[in-house]
C-alpha cells in the first residue's frame, strides 16, 4: 500500500543527523518504493528556506520524488473534509485536508507526525500509518 507523506514527516527526516522512529519508517518506505509525494506539501517544505543553495540541494533532493497529479476531485473531496471537520469544531489548513482527501481518494495511509491528522480522523474516512488496526474494518 502506498504512504502519502505529510510535510511534519519529510522535516524531521530533513533536519535530524541522527535517525528516529520516524526518520528510519520514512527510509523504509522510501527503500520500498512507497512514499508518494504531492506538489503542495513539495512547496511546503521548500518555502522559508532563505539560503539559496540550500534551497537548491533540497529541491534537487526531493526532485527524485514525482509529484503525484491532483484532480478537481481531490480539491472537492478536500472542501468537504474542511466543511465536515469545521461543523464539528476542528481547525485544519488547506493543505491538511488536500492530503487527506488525495490520501482517501488513492486509498493511501497518511504518515505524519502532525497530532491534527488524529483528530481529523474522528470524523473523516482515512487511514493513518501505525493506526490502521484501530478502526474497525480496516486492514493494510
Known sequence: MKVLADTSVWSLALRRKEPSGIVGKLTELILDSMVVMIGPVRQELLSGIPDGAVF?????????????????????????????CRRNGIQGSHIDFLICSVAHNNNFLIFTADRDFQHYAKHLPIRLLGDIHDKPGLTE
Not at 59 to 66: I, P, V
Open 56 to 84: 537548491d540541494n533540497l529541491k534537487s533532493k526531493l526532485r527524485s520524488f514525482d509529484d503525484l497529479p491532483i484532480t478537481t476531485a481531490d480539491y472537492e473531496t478536500a472542501a468537504e473534509f474542511f466543511n465536515l
